[in-house]
């Protein structure tokens, strides 16, 4: 008698051990929209994709969100890119891809403007875009037009590359804004 509790115990033991107690949830799917730069305002175009795409599968991790194809999102997008970057034409993007989050940016200009007559030389430097996203789980619509516009001395910009830090900040600013609940 005592081996058969000793054996159903066990056999329960490994039954609760590999059966998960709470409901297992499904990833949101994710369709990130290509960043459209504008190739002749923007000097090092190739580079801002990278840094897009980098901070978007950084952001969007595996186990609560799923990216989903380039191909299945360039399918349902118009050759020359967004036109509008409004609810309605995300909303629309993300029924098409069956997506529940859709994230859009475009990048229109970046500019660096030296400013010589100053104790040290510096830079005037100026970034211009706009980003866009729709949650469809909170139905929560983000639109935000970038004018970024700063003033730094030029030696600050042999050892870092400001443009890559503003777009870093600034995109990662506008994801976590699209990613909360209320």
């Known amino acids: ?3 058969l509790f000793a054996i159903i115990f066990v056999t329960l033991a490994v039954f609760f ?5 709470t409901g297992t949830a499904e990833a949101s799917r994710v369709a990130v929209v290509p960043i459209q730069v504008n190739d002749e305002l923007v000097e090092r175009a190739g580079d801002f994709n990278g840094y897009y ?8 991790k595996y ?6 194809d380039d191909e299945k999102v360039a399918a ?3 050759e020359e890119g967004l036109k509008s970057y409004d609810q309605a034409t ?3 993007l993300c029924e098409k891809t069956d997506s529940e989050i859709v994230v859009a940016m475009r990048l229109d200009e970046i500019k660096e403007k030296p400013i010589n007559f100053r104790r040290e030389p510096s830079l005037e430097i100026f970034m211009k875009g706009e980003y866009a996203s729709y949650n469809r789980l909170t139905g929560k619509y983000y639109h935000k037009k970038l004018y970024y516009r700063d003033e730094i001395e030029e030696v600050l910009t042999l050892k870092n590359d400001w443009q890559q830090m503003v ?3 600034e995109l990662k600013r506008y994801i976590n804004r699209t990613l909360k609940l209320k």
């Open 167 to 169: 777009f870093a900040s």
């Open 90 to 92: 995300l909303k629309d």
């Open 17 to 21: 051990m590999n059966v998960a107690y």
């Open 53 to 60: 795409w980098d901070i978007m599968v950084d952001k969007f």
């Open 1 to 3: 008698m005592k081996k």
């Open 63 to 68: 186990p609560e969100y799923e990216l989903l």
């Open 76 to 78: 349902v997008i118009p």
